[in-house]
């Protein structure tokens, strides 16, 4: 299914990167990560480096899903599968952020609430590497005070995602 013509889309190159090189860069480019970020990258399941690849990337919201009150990672699953949309490899998320260094900082002002993505997020969405509920199930991309981060996120099957969370998926 196309999505409407004004939804994000981005080409993301994957791989060609060990992950401790992965992370190096990361650093070069003054990304911040969170203890979870960390936790995932260190996690043995997560890639040690893989070939080079391109990903094509579309950004849309649970709203844009079909999701007006919300829904939990499963129905948002569900139903991107129905229109053509698929997770992404884990090690997306941090590709993406080194090739989207120019992202807005949320306009609204608004504060992040615990347990809720914060505004202006791009949550990629990927296949958790480890089924315990306390593991973080993927990473998020945010700029906030000037600052770049990759963030991972602790999410279970029962959290109801905002209908105006911004979730990104491979096309």
């Known amino acids: ?19 401790r090189a992965l992370l190096e860069e990361l650093a070069v480019q003054q990304v ?17 480096g ?21 829904a939990t990672l499963p129905e948002l699953l569900a139903q991107a599968e129905r229109l053509g949309l698929r997770p992404c490899p884990v090690e997306t998320a941090p590709f993406f952020r080194l090739q989207y260094l ?7 002002g608004q504060t992040q609430i615990k347990g809720q993505a914060p505004p202006g997020a791009l ?25 770049l981060w990759l ?4 999410s279970d099957d029962l959290h109801r995602w905002n209908a105006s969370d911004c979730l990104v998926f491979a096309e």
């Open 1 to 19: 299914m196309n999505f409407a013509p004004q939804a994000p889309r981005w080409q993301v190159q994957l791989g060609g990167l060990s992950k």
């Open 32 to 48: 911040q990560l969170n203890p979870m970020a960390r936790e995932l990258f260190e996690s043995t399941a997560f890639p040690e």
């Open 50 to 70: 893989t070939a080079g690849s391109v990903l094509n990337l579309v950004a849309v919201t649970v709203a844009d899903l079909g999701f007006a009150a919300g």
């Open 102 to 108: 120019d992202q807005s900082e949320d306009p609204t």
């Open 123 to 147: 949550t990629v969405i990927s296949q958790p590497l480890d089924s315990s509920p306390d593991f973080p199930k993927g990473f998020y991309l945010r700029k906030a005070e000037g600052c």
């Open 151 to 154: 963030r991972g996120y602790r």
